[in-house]
């Protein structure tokens, strides 16, 4: 009975704290991206490549949010950046609170672009605000076209779609022309990059995306 105004309450206190950590990180000029998708789709293939490609001197930190396990952040820690697993214990997302008591130890002034892999879903992570100045959504092709009507809210917030595994277009019976169909249906305007983090292809498109965003970053600080 109850369970609609609790639900509302938890949204509107997680709203304010992401407010929050949104201003504390336009105030140093940081790129903070939420990174959505379903599990095993390469949200953490695609931050590999990405630190892989990285200048050394690139001020960059990941957060990376699981139900269980420390495995994405060993992963990811390969790299030599400043990266922290957040284990949920079962919750299926993470919220505004986990992001601020992860960060609580990074001197902020130190940083440029803060990435942050949410937990595998396509649904509950939608909800949840984390200050982030963009949400990223992946769609891999073994997933089906029909994914992003079927789950549309990440699809319309996401800024970015990126179809991942395009290595694999010739096994599987995957659409794409139709996949960028229905995210055009969704959310009108989507940017879509489509990159294989196994073969390379395209992830200089992502990379590309990346880096205007990070520029946006510091331009808004300078205003
Ligand atoms: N063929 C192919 N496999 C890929 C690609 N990207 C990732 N994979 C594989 O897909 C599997 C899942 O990749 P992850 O990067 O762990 O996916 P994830 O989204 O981080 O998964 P969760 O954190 O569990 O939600 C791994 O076996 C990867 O090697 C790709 O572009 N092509
Ligand atoms: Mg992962």
Redesign the pocket.
């Known amino acids: 009975m109850n369970r609609v105004p609790l639900e509302r309450k938890v949204l509107s206190e997680n709203d304010k704290l992401a407010a929050e950590l949104r201003a504390r990180f336009h105030e140093h000029g940081i790129l903070c991206l939420n990174i959505i998708?379903s599990?095993?789709?390469?949200?953490?293939?695609l931050l590999e490549r990405t630190l892989e490609s990285l200048p050394r001197e690139t001020r960059v930190a990941v957060l990376t949010g699981?139900i269980q396990t420390e495995n994405?952040a060993v992963r990811l820690a390969r790299a030599g950046f400043p990266v922290k697993q957040i284990t949920t214990g079962g919750t299926c997302h993470l919220d505004a609170r986990m992001i601020e008591k992860h960060i609580a130890d990074w001197p902020l002034e130190d940083l440029d672009i803060l990435l942050v892999?949410n937990v595998?879903n396509l649904v509950c992570p939608s909800s949840y605000d984390l200050g982030e100045h963009a949400k990223v959504v992946?769609l891999s092709v073994t997933e089906g076209e029909d994914k992003p009507l079927k789950y549309p809210s990440i699809f319309f917030k996401a800024e970015l779609a990126v179809i991942?595994?395009i290595?694999?277009l010739p096994y599987v019976p995957f659409d794409i022309a139709k996949a960028r169909e229905n995210i055009q249906k969704v959310h009108p305007g989507c940017e879509i990059v489509e990159?294989?983090?196994?073969t390379g292809e395209g992830l200089d498109r992502w990379m590309r995306w990346l880096e205007i965003g990070r520029q946006q970053a510091i331009a808004a600080l300078a205003r």
């Open positions: 998708s599990p095993g789709s390469g949200k953490t293939s699981d994405d892999e595998g992946l991942n595994k290595d694999l990159v294989s983090c196994t």
